[in-house]
């Protein structure tokens, strides 16, 4: 079972938790890392573009001139891709980029990105994330007080909307809560952040998950 510091707002230790070695000492995993982080961003994707071909584009129905005796190019339609306002050679069309990634795939990646960060000294657990003011200077002094110079994502275990006030105009500082805590988020950023109660919410949520799984399991 890992035991991590745990610091407050100002970078004092003020206490310690256990995290399960199950969850957060997975062996890294890059192809399924690489694979959450893809899935993510073809999700993420809209795929709405479009354009019209000759056969879609309003009126041409008529012949513009008649076939020979005209000294002009033979035309068909005034729709054809040659004519201005015609139709687009192999126009793009509007598609689904979605990707599927199974529940366990999905977990994995996850917790393998997170037991990297902690393997490598780049997480975090703060025993309570929250300002007063909402003042940037007081996410700033946050900062300085634990000399991050990269990118730092910050999980709270609710949105605090002064937490993501203070925070907003800070470059290289992003905040989320701990349902939105996603592969792609914790690969991107070089440092990770996390309020012990979102620790506790995330640890307890897959470990009853494990638990259940077992039980189905042993009953079969």
Known sequence: ??????????????????????????????????????????????????????????????????????????????????????????????????????????????????????????????DNIEVKEGKTKEMVAFKNAFKFDSSVLMVMNDNDSLVIRAARNIYGLQTISIDELNTYDVVKNHVLVIAKDAVEKLQAAYVVEDEEAQEEADGE
Request: without cysteine.
């Open 1 to 126: 079972m890992a035991n991590l510091k745990v610091y407050n707002m100002n970078g004092q230790e003020v206490g310690a938790i256990d995290l399960s070695s199950d969850l957060f000492e997975l062996e890294y995993n890059e192809p399924l890392i690489h694979q959450a982080v893809v899935t993510r961003l073809a999700n993420a994707r809209q795929g709405t573009k479009g354009t019209l071909t000759r056969t879609e584009v309003r009126g041409g129905g008529r012949k513009p001139w008649r076939q020979k005796g005209t000294g002009n190019a033979r035309q068909g339609s005034i729709r054809a891709p040659q004519w201005i306002k015609g139709g687009v050679v192999f126009a793009p069309k509007s598609r689904d980029f979605s990707k599927k990634m199974n529940k366990t795939a999905k977990r994995t990646a996850l917790f393998s990105a997170l037991s990297k960060r902690i393997a490598d000294g780049e997480f975090y657990v703060i």
